[in-house]
């Protein structure tokens, strides 16, 4: 047997990249009995039965997994954001900051399109986020800014972009990948919101890990998760949580929180704050309906 990566994965077959070749590869009867699921970016072993196919034998533990669309141990999530049109939809990027904190992906924010907007809007969003740590990258597919930083940010990684529609993922990982000429969409004359393009999920070469290219999460719902898990994906919050007069503070309507006194004071983003709020209702409300 053999190790390699899925790449992609429709109508019963799968792709692997082994160190010298791609098979196309089906599954054993016993794996298939397994009803186990295998997705893009899962290392599997598989027995080679010629030189073009094989078959799947069995896969490596994940370390992690995105759900909505599946990939498989993604290690970096590049959630892009546009300073031009559509304006940057920052509840959005609340979200899927959430679902890597949760999944256990290092997120980095790429403001695109630098060339439609001024410089001080790009410092808006940043200053929002301050208290983070996150890394903010500005790019500019037709100046090129910002690329080569980008580029540094993807060595080694399995990376999967993600945003909002029309942010101009497709024309970054284009750059990329000039030899792949990804489709890229319109924006809509009225609501001037992109359009999905991608339909299947696939993994590409790049600088010794892989670009995920796959349909998108322009749709998102907070993952499920406890209450508890949420203020654990919010890292502004972390320094001030030892400090909260509960050692279960939800930073809620708990009294005597360090967490709101600090948003109070404005070291926490009021924004960012309103967005947990929203979040832990939504879990809350989840919560409620299945006990019910």
Known sequence: MQQGVILRGYSGFYYVK???????????????????????????????????????EKADPRKTLLLRPPVANVSL??????LGYP?????????????????????VIVLSKLDMANRA??????????????????TSTKSMEGMEKLKQELVGETTVFAGQSGAGKTSLMNLLLPEKDLK???????????????????????????LVDTPGFNRLYVP????SQLPHCFPEFAPYIPSCRFATCLH???PNCAVKEHVNSKVISQRRYDNY???????KNKEKRYND
């Open 87 to 107: 304006e940057a939809e920052l509840t959005l990027l609340d979200r899927l900051l959430v679902l890597a904190e949760h999944a256990g992906i290092r997120p």
């Open 252 to 254: 809620y309507k708990e």
């Open 121 to 138: 809007r790009a410092e808006e969003i940043k200053q929002d986020y301050l208290e983070t740590g996150y890394t903010f990258i500005a």
């Open 77 to 82: 999530l590049v959630i892009v954001m546009s």
């Open 277 to 283: 709020i929203q979040f832990l209702e939504e879990i």
């Open 184 to 210: 890229t969409g319109t924006l809509g004359d009225k609501s001037k919101r992109g359009k999905h393009t991608t339909r299947h999920i696939e993994l590409h070469d790049y600088l010794g890990g892989y």
């Open 224 to 227: 499920e998760m406890e209450e």
């Open 18 to 56: 082994l160190e010298d070749r791609v098979l196309e590869c089906s599954l054993r009867g016993r794996t298939k009995k397994k009803e186990k699921s295998f997705f893009p970016g899962d290392v599997v072993w598989v027995s080679i039965e010629n030189e073009k196919q094989g078959a799947i």
